[in-house]
Every structure is written in structure tokens, then in C-alpha cells.
């Protein structure tokens, strides 16, 4: 079985601890590409964040801050939904079928649930609990990426600020973007974090009232590692801003 999740900077003594949950496209070898014919499939959008990853290591490196991403395709389960949700264990995304995943039985939705949600989650606890313990106010950062066009809509904002009950990281989050004038910024979009509920922040931020917020970059602007480069940097100075305004070291 492979990693469930990887980890940079793990024992960092930063506030600052950062979430990629769609940072993969693997699909273990025993789960037969869930049985999708094209593999090119699985490089678009429906099995992960497109750039993401490659934008939240070069953050967590450049604030050397704690980051944990997941090793698994949202397809095999997706660690931002509940397990009881359909679009946990999709049987289709973006048009796109996924046959291993239609019928599937108790069991194996369990062995999934097991082998790779629960791990993951556990993990993210743990380096989340480190942070508690060590900072008064840690800075939760989940990291996401969005498509450019969605149902012929062609998508207007650079980055997106997603937030629910808390505003604490997203009310000043968006201030300081909104400074730029070369930046379409959305508050709750494209997507709104107020429904459904994104298992991660909820549980690891809502309910434990951590300060925590959803930062979602259109997907054509880190699709390279030159654009990575550019909104790794540009996320950083803007989480220094954010730090200094909360005092939080």
C-alpha cells in the first residue's frame, strides 16, 4: 500500500500549519485505475488540484511551515468529504466514470476508509494538536485549486477565500489581496465553504475553533512550476501580512 500522506517540515515551530488534501492523483496498483480506460484522465482536474502541490511545498518551505498532503487520488476517496457522502467515492466527476467505484459494497468502501482517509486525518491531528499545544492561535491554511472554466462559465478570480463561522484568517486574508490591483479575489468563490460542509476545515477547524480558512488559486495560473514559483510567493507575503496583523508567532 502506499503512503496515505507526506509531510514537509513537520517538526517546523511556526503557527502556520498547511493542508493540501487534493495534492495527488495516485491511484494505488491494486485498484486498477478504478478501472478508467484513458489514464490521461487522471492528469485533469476530476482525480486532484491541479498545482497545488508543487504551490504549498515551495510555501512551506519558503515560511518553513508544517505542511501534510495527501497520496491519493480524490477518486479513491476524497479526504475533504465525509465517507458517507457520495462524492466521497464518486461515480462520476466532471463527466468523467468511474466504474470500481459504482456499487460498491460496506467493505470495501471500509478498506478505503481505513487504508488511506483515517491515516491521513490521524496524521493531520496530530501535527495540528503540536500546534495547539505550542501557539496560542495557530494558522490553519487549507490549500486548493479550482478549474478556469466550470459549466461554460469561464471563472473570473485569480484566488478565491473560503470561510464559513470563522473570520478571523479570511476577513484580513482579503484585505490584503484586495490591495493588489491585478487580482480578481473571491470571497466564498467559486465555491462557497458555507455548503456542503468540507470535511477537513470542519472538523479539524470548526469544531475545535482553530483559526482557519480555504485558499482556492485558478488551476492556469500554477499549472507550471514558474507559475507555482509566482503564487508561492505571492501566498507568502501575503501570510506574512496576515501574521504580523494577528501578532501570532
Not at 482536474?45 to 497520496?71: C, F, N, P, Q
Request: charged content about 25%; cysteine-free; proline content about 7%.
Amino acid at each position: 500500500m502506499s503512503d496515505p500522506f507526506s509531510t514537509t517540515h513537520e517538526e517546523s515551530s511556526s503557527p502556520i500549519l498547511l493542508i493540501a488534501d487534493h495534492a495527488s492523483r495516485h491511484i494505488p496498483e491494486a485498484y486498477n485505475l478504478l478501472g478508467i480506460e484513458d489514464p490521461a484522465l487522471l492528469r485533469r482536474h476530476v482525480a486532484w488540484d491541479i498545482g497545488i502541490e508543487d504551490v504549498t511545498r515551495r510555501m512551506s518551505d519558503k515560511l518553513e511551515a508544517s505542511a501534510i498532503y495527501s497520496g491519493f487520488s480524490r477518486l479513491l476517496i476524497d479526504p475533504n468529504r465525509y465517507p458517507d457522502d457520495p462524492a466521497s467515492m464518486p461515480v462520476e466527476s466532471d463527466g468523467v466514470r468511474v466504474p470500481a467505484n459504482v456499487g460498491l459494497t460496506a467493505v470495501q468502501k471500509a478498506e478505503r476508509v481505513a487504508g488511506y482517509f483515517e491515516p491521513y486525518h490521524n496524521k493531520l491531528r496530530q501535527m495540528l494538536d503540536r500546534k495547539v499545544a505550542d501557539h496560542k492561535q495557530p494558522i490553519v491554511l487549507s490549500m486548493h485549486s479550482f478549474t478556469p472554466v466550470m459549466n461554460d462559465f469561464e471563472r473570473p478570480w485569480h484566488v478565491g477565500i473560503l470561510w464559513d463561522q470563522d473570520e478571523r484568517l479570511a476577513r484580513p486574508l482579503l484585505e490584503i489581496f484586495r490591495k493588489n490591483p491585478t487580482l480578481v479575489v473571491g470571497d466564498n468563490e467559486p465555491y462557497s465553504a458555507k455548503q456542503p460542509f468540507g470535511y477537513t476545515m470542519n472538523e479539524h477547524g470548526t469544531k475545535r475553533d482553530i483559526p482557519h480558512v480555504v485558499i482556492e488559486i485558478r488551476q492556469d495560473l500554477i499549472d507550471t512550476h514558474h507559475g507555482a514559483e509566482q503564487w508561492s510567493s505571492l501566498m507568502v507575503d501575503a501570510v506574512l501580512q496576515l501574521q504580523k496583523r494577528l501578532a501570532v508567532s
